[in-house]
């Protein structure tokens, strides 16, 4: 084993050096098993802290750094916190799987952001699109549009019947008759084209407003994650390559407890436990002699002497 992995997994985990390599080879793997994972751990939370700042929510490079750097200390404290202890109960155990899924889901995401970067922006144009199109606005544009639309119908098919009377009045000569069809014929056809004009000032309006709104459009990470999802819903491959990274982050996440809860504990454990039992032995010794004042004087008595 190389002494400078040792070391390093020995300042990783807080352990002295110069006793652990002094222990049998099993404990020192298990102490450079324990500083590789949490390394591997800090790794990965300072990757998916970078990726959740920069890339979904776009903040500066200095900034997403802090993020990083910030998140990769927090699991450095839990992951070493949960190496010294001496036993994990259950609660531990729910609170840190739980913790790992959160990470393993949220880094499988960040991850996917950046594979699919440039599908993932069409979709998002997508979805505001359709954001857009539902907005009330242009829901009572389309509703005046399509009013429009059917009162045009109705006057096409008066001046029809109109032209149709013109026609037949005309082979009788043109008299009184003729001459009302033809002024209710042209008050149609100016109808006609009042209605026209409405409906491109309509058309005009709808697509000024859309492209207000989507100018006005602000991209958050709840949008990012939505068009991921609506992509991954048209393109399955996307969930496989999801359900890899996912699966991946959750094992790294999880090594550490799944190691630290087996019961194959190695010398340099064992010596350590019996410290810390020797400690809390002493520890509740010397309190209970400051609760009997018998034992506290023959304890200063011992002392003085």
């Not at 070391?7 to 324990?34: N, W």
């Not at 916190?81 to 729910?94: A, G, P, R, V, Y």
Request: include cysteine; charged fraction near 20%; proline fraction near 1%.
């Amino acid at each position: 084993m190389s002494k400078n992995i040792l070391k390093t997994s020995c300042f990783i985990t807080g352990d002295e050096f110069a006793q652990v390599s002094k222990e049998s080879l099993k404990s020192q793997d298990k102490v450079t098993t324990y500083g590789l994972i949490i390394l591997m751990v800090m790794i990965l939370w300072f990757l998916n802290g970078f990726l959740l700042s920069h890339v979904i929510l776009n903040y500066s490079i200095p900034i997403s750094l802090v993020v990083s750097f910030l998140s990769m200390m927090i699991v450095y404290v839990v992951e070493t916190s949960i190496i010294k202890m001496s036993k994990i109960n259950l609660l531990t155990k729910i609170v840190r799987f739980s913790l790992a899924f959160l990470i393993a889901a949220i880094g499988s995401i960040s991850v996917d952001e950046v594979i699919f970067k440039s599908d993932i922006s069409v979709q998002l144009l997508k979805d505001n699109q359709k954001e857009v199109l539902n907005s009330p606005i242009s829901n009572d544009i389309n509703k005046q549009l399509n009013e429009l639309k059917s009162k045009s119908v109705i006057i096409e098919s008066n001046i029809q019947d109109m032209n149709s009377q013109m026609i037949a009045e005309s082979k009788t000569g043109y008299g009184l008759k003729t001459k009302l069809i033809e002024r209710q014929l042209i008050d149609l056809k100016n109808q006609r084209d009042l209605n026209n004009t409405n409906i491109a000032a309509l058309n005009q309006n709808i697509s000024n407003s859309n492209s207000n709104l989507l100018k006005g459009t602000e991209n958050g990470i709840i949008k990012n994650v939505m068009a991921l999802i609506h992509y991954n819903n048209e393109n399955p491959a996307g969930w496989v390559l999801w359900s890899f990274f996912f699966l991946l982050f959750l094992i790294i996440e999880a090594l550490c407890i799944i190691i630290k809860s087996s019961n194959n504990l190695t010398s340099y454990e064992v010596k350590k436990e019996n410290q810390d039992s020797l400690s809390t032995s002493q520890y509740l010794h010397f309190v209970d002699s400051k609760k009997d004042p018998i034992r506290e004087g023959l304890r200063l008595l011992h002392a003085t002497i």
